[in-house]
């Protein structure tokens, strides 16, 4: 039960860079975005969630503008290393999945397509099982609800490695056979139809995620 | 693999009831939207489905709205039975899942709603291990896409039976859990909102799901 709004999540991050309170929420934001709510279990959302940040300005810094990029990028580190520990502690979760898309007409787009690949039940048990199944990509992909449809593929133009070998290229499979193990797994999907890219981080469907679910009793 | 604008499945319907080849669509779509488009195995859609009626007129039945309406009754009836044994044969399913949603704004809204609780993980683990877990179908029917947004629910006025007994009535749990088991199981939720209403059949998630999905190799 972990997807973008976000599950039950209390997340606090402090620190002594000197901010307004008004400024809080221009670091903040993207920086949740691109990481919080980029990540998905199960896809299932739940009542309550919240990242908050603190800043007590403790540190007396001067702020110029290479300072504030240096802090905004600070602060997404430490939230993309957050959100990617709650993936990684996902109900029986024996793999991290980093999905990235690539080429698509929006950064939206991206989103929508990284989003579906992230929560096909059919992508994770083939995650689970070690499998570089570019088809199961390929049909999550083409099946991500987009602007009242469905988010734009060429075939030809489709590209799909898993840990950086290309599995399926201009349309067609490569015929390699990457062999996937430990616990992280990389998905790039390239759709080669414009500059919009997205990233998103989910974890696979496993015995142990059905187990942990179905005797969990109300 | 089997959800609304299906997974590959063809179903081949005949009838000896006379219909000129442009009234075909007319009585077929609205069988198909109640039965083969209220279907989920596990959201995931592919890449062909088709229903197929044909229709030889060999009965010479005259036509008249009465007879109309008992073949557009039987139609629906074949479609609802096809619909159902797919559900059953789901992959690894040990339980059917009735969904019915009832007092929804609208018709459409209560599809929506129906359809995120039968393609919920946690509801169909919770179905798995026999729960009558009224909070995951509720958290399910809260986040249900809807208009941009989520569909409407006031908890004060939602009710929530397993098997014809209410768990859940005006904000509060009743107190009574139904022991559930056998190879069928109905949710109904009421909004208590409006007169939409809609039904969706699901199956289970289960450690045979994980395991047909997890160890097929491409």
Known sequence: ?????????????????????????????????????RISVDGECSTNDAVVLLANGASDTERDASRDEAFAHALRG?????????????EGATVLLEIRVAGA??????????????TSPLVKTAAFGRDPNWGRVLAAAGSAPWNGGFAQLDPDRLRVAFDGTAVFERGAPTGVAPVLSGPAMTIDLELGLGTGSAAYLASDLTYDYVRLNAEYTT
Chains 1, 2 share one sequence.
């Open 1 to 37: 039960m972990i997807h973008p709004r976000l599950a039950t999540m209390l997340a606090i991050v402090t620190t002594d860079f000197p901010l307004a309170p008004a400024e809080v929420d221009s670091f903040l934001r993207p920086a949740v975005d691109a990481t919080f709510n």
């Open 105 to 118: 007409a929006s950064d939206d787009e991206a989103v929508a397509v990284a989003r579906r690949i992230a």
């Open 78 to 90: 430490v939230c993309a290393d957050l959100a990617r520990q709650i993936v990684e502690d996902g």
